[in-house]
């Protein structure tokens, strides 16, 4: 089977979507289009892997990305992937309900 990911980026330097979703009333309404095009999972990022993008630290992760998590486990009926490489975030998000790493 082929599943397909819907790509929700919650930073202000994203190449992809120029910072589109750093409101959380705006990133929970696009993954719900997401699931409603026909994505299998919704993958949420809060820091840039842009060419040259700035490091953040984890608290900086942690504020943007722990809101999403914890409405998206409730609000969607996909898996929640989270795009990170950081331990601690990865952690959070697990408590909260995300389903991928």
Known sequence: KTYTMGILNLTPD??????????????????KEMVEEGVDIIDV????TRPGAAYIEE?????????IVKRLVKEVEVP??????????????????????
């Open 14 to 31: 994203s190449f992809s979507d120029g910072g589109n979703y750093v409101d959380i009333e705006l990133a929970i309404k696009r993954a």
């Open 45 to 48: 990022g809060a820091e840039s």
């Open 59 to 67: 608290e900086e992760e942690l504020r943007r990305i722990l809101p």
């Open 80 to 101: 929640i992937s989270i795009d990170t490489y950081k331990a601690i975030v990865a952690e959070e998000c697990i408590k909260l309900g995300a389903h991928i790493i």
